[in-house]
């Protein structure tokens, strides 16, 4: 992005930042991860104690050293990778703010060339067997919650894709579901019984099936994943629970305290995920991927356990929905033989 001129001279260029972040689209997500790091470092500028300085100052007045710092003092504390993520947000704040000339320059640019630490893009996480997971979830008593971390710990499936599960994707063949609530799975699902239909298509911001979405799918393909016995019977306990619906789409999961009947959101899915992972001492505030479980901790505790139960990483990354056409092509076409055996012989009983 080119250089521009702004007359703008904010009191609070953080929050300037953020709001812009805003105007920009960027997630609830992002922004909050984003405001936490930046003023963590601005209360270590302030703080004449700490900083290099020995007087107070803000992130407009920070040069090199005081962003070295600022970096420095967070080893030890934290993760390499870790470090190398805060740095590069105060980076992308630094450049963001000179582009737009509310600064002068970026103080953080010779600071990442000399930084030893990187972000770790494929990090090692916490190793759960499968009888810890198992306890874990015999903890979770609300339907809502459990039917929730059931569905991402026995498909893999992406938060947001999860969110995005509307009533027409899930095909089940009990009659006392389909006769109870109505359930017009979508023409693909009629001779895939027992399965999931997850979408290529919904992005967040865009209307998909009437509804604007508030999460993107990342499927390179759409996928059909099969529904065990254990999903099923939560499923149906769900179901047995859900509220009225006000959305056309007719979404799977809604909440049932907090904007009933809306879409459920991946903030509150995190958000129910964190509690439980509390409780158990899986999650810590401040942690890492390596150390923290989340819904992205399902899919790679779902990727490491049915690749190494099947033997079959074709089937695994068909499932995952993040591979080729060439090979995501063979297993639509053989997928009652292939996938549904596969996957029912070798998925994990978790209840």
Same mark, same amino acid.
């Given at each position: 992005?080119?250089?521009? @001129?702004? *007359? ?31 003023? $963590?470092? &601005? @209360? +270590? ?7 290099? #300085? ?11 050293? %005081? ?31 000179? $582009?737009?000339?509310?600064? &002068? ?10 930084? %030893?630490?990187? =972000?770790?893009?494929?990090?090692? #996480? ?9 306890? +874990?979830?015999? $903890? ?32 089940? *063949?009990?009659? !006392?579901?389909?006769?109870?609530? &109505? ?22 911001? !865009? ?17 059909? =994943? ?5 999903? /099923? ?10 509220? %009225? ?29 964190? #509690? ?8 810590? @505030? ?14 790679? +505790? +779902? ?6 139960? @099947? ?13 080729? %056409? ?11 033989? /292939?996938? #549904?055996?596969?996957?029912? &012989? ?6």
């Amino acid at each position: 992005m080119s250089a521009t @001129t702004t *007359t703008d001279d904010p009191e609070d260029p953080i929050g300037y930042f953020l709001q812009d972040m805003l105007f920009h689209g960027k997630s609830e997500r992002t922004r909050a991860a984003y405001q936490r790091v930046l003023r $963590q470092y &601005e @209360t +270590f500028l302030s703080d004449s104690a700490v900083n290099p #300085r020995g007087t107070s100052i803000g992130p407009g007045k920070a040069t090199h050293r %005081d962003c070295m710092a600022w970096i420095h003092s967070l080893r030890g504390t934290i993760g390499d990778s870790t470090i190398a993520s805060y740095a590069a947000y105060l980076h992308r704040f630094y450049a963001y703010m000179n $582009q737009v000339g509310v600064f &002068e320059g970026n103080p953080m640019a010779l600071v990442m060339e000399e930084m %030893d630490e990187t =972000i770790d893009k494929d990090p090692e #996480r916490r190793e759960i067997t499968i009888p810890q997971m198992r306890m +874990f979830v015999s $903890q979770i008593a609300h339907p809502l919650d459990r039917v929730l971390v059931i569905t991402l710990l026995k498909t893999g499936m992406r938060v947001g894709e999860l969110c995005n599960l509307d009533l027409r994707d899930l095909s089940l *063949t009990d009659p !006392e579901i389909v006769d109870a609530y &109505e359930i017009s799975p979508r023409a693909l699902l009629e001779s895939r019984p027992n399965s999931l239909y997850v979408a290529a298509e919904p992005q967040r911001g !865009e209307v998909y099936h009437g509804e604007e979405r508030t999460a993107s799918n990342k499927r390179k393909r759409d996928t059909v =994943i099969p529904i065990d016995e254990e999903l /099923q019977y939560e499923l149906k306990r769900w179901l047995a629970i859900r509220p %009225d619906i006000h959305s056309p789409a007719k979404p799977l999961f809604v909440p049932t305290g907090h904007d009933w009947g809306d879409r459920i959101t991946p903030p509150a899915v995190r958000t129910i995920v964190e #509690r439980y992972a509390r409780e158990q001492g899986w999650y810590h @505030t401040g942690g890492d991927a390596s150390e923290n479980v989340t819904p992205h901790y399902f899919r790679h +505790f +779902f990727t490491t356990h049915l690749r190494d139960r @099947t033997g079959d990483r074709g089937i695994v990354k068909y499932l995952r929905g993040d591979v080729a %056409d060439d090979i995501i092509d063979t297993y639509t076409h053989n997928w009652g033989d /292939q996938v #549904r055996e596969t996957y029912v &012989e070798s998925i994990y009983s978790i209840c």
